[in-house]
T-cell receptor, first 113, second 114 residues
C-alpha cells in the first residue's frame, strides 16, 4: 500500500520568513496530493492541492510543487504570519474506484512574532 | 450554509458503555469517512461509505460500528470492545466515486473515558 512520509515533524520560523514542508510517497499510482491545515481543536481544512499532471501550483502566499519522478511534493509558505501557526498534513490519493487516502504524520508549524 | 457538522464537541464514555458520534453533511456528497486522530499518529481510517446503505472497514475498524441509512448522515458508534477510545474523531465527506477527490472535514469530536 501507499506510504507517505512527512518532515519535519516540527518547524519554527520567524514571522516573515518562509516555511517548507516536504512529503514523499511510495505508490506511483497516486495522482492527487492535497494539503490540509489543522488548527488546535478543529478539523483539517484544505488549503491547496495539486494533481500529477502539474508541477507547481500557487495561491497567494502558498505554493505546492510536485516531482513525480522522485515521488515527492512540498508545501511552501512565504511571508509567514502568526496565524499560519498550525499543524499541516500532506496526503496522497490514488483516483479511480475507491479513493484510498494516505496522510502524512503532520508538521507542527510555529511562526514566532 | 453548507458543510459538515459533528456532535457533540466533547463526549465522555464510561467503561462498558457504547457511545455514538454524529456526523451530518449537506454537501450532497456520496462518500463519507470516519478517522481517528491520536497525537503523533496522523489520521487513521476507521470506516468509509461510498454510497447509502453501503460501508466498508478501514484500517482500524475493530471496536467501532457505523450505519449509512441516509445520504446526509454517517453515525459512528464506539463500542465497549474498543479498549482505548480516547482520541479526536473526525468525519469527512467527498463527492465520491472516481471523480471525487477532496475530502472535507468536520470540526471533530473529542472522546474521553471516565
Amino acid at each position: 500500500g501507499e506510504n507517505v512520509e512527512q518532515h519535519p515533524s516540527t518547524l519554527s520560523v520567524q514571522e516573515g520568513d518562509s516555511a517548507v514542508i516536504k512529503c514523499t510517497y511510495s505508490d506511483s499510482a497516486s495522482n492527487y496530493f492535497p494539503w490540509y491545515k489543522q488548527e488546535l481543536g478543529k478539523g483539517p481544512q484544505l488549503i491547496i492541492d495539486i494533481r500529477s499532471n502539474v508541477g507547481e501550483k500557487k495561491d497567494q502566499r502558498i505554493a505546492v510543487t510536485l516531482n513525480k519522478t522522485a515521488k515527492h511534493f512540498s508545501l511552501h509558505i512565504t511571508e509567514t504570519q502568526p496565524e499560519d501557526s498550525a499543524v499541516y498534513f500532506c496526503a496522497a490519493i490514488s483516483l479511480g474506484g475507491y479513493q484510498k487516502v494516505t496522510f502524512g504524520i503532520g508538521t507542527k508549524l510555529q511562526v514566532i512574532p | 450554509d453548507g458543510g459538515i457538522t459533528q456532535s457533540p464537541k466533547y463526549l465522555f464514555r464510561k467503561e462498558g458503555q457504547n457511545v455514538t458520534l454524529s456526523c451530518e453533511q449537506n454537501l450532497n456528497h456520496d462518500a463519507m469517512y470516519w478517522y481517528r486522530q491520536d497525537p503523533g499518529q496522523g489520521l487513521r481510517l476507521i470506516y468509509y461509505s461510498q454510497i447509502v446503505n453501503d460501508f466498508q472497514k478501514g484500517d482500524i475498524a475493530e471496536g467501532y460500528s457505523v450505519s449509512r441509512e441516509k445520504k446526509e448522515s454517517f453515525p459512528l458508534t464506539v463500542t465497549s470492545a474498543q479498549k482505548n477510545p480516547t482520541a479526536f474523531y473526525l468525519c469527512a465527506s467527498s463527492i465520491g466515486g472516481s471523480r471525487g477527490e477532496t475530502q472535507y472535514f468536520g470540526p471533530g469530536t473529542r472522546l474521553l473515558v471516565l
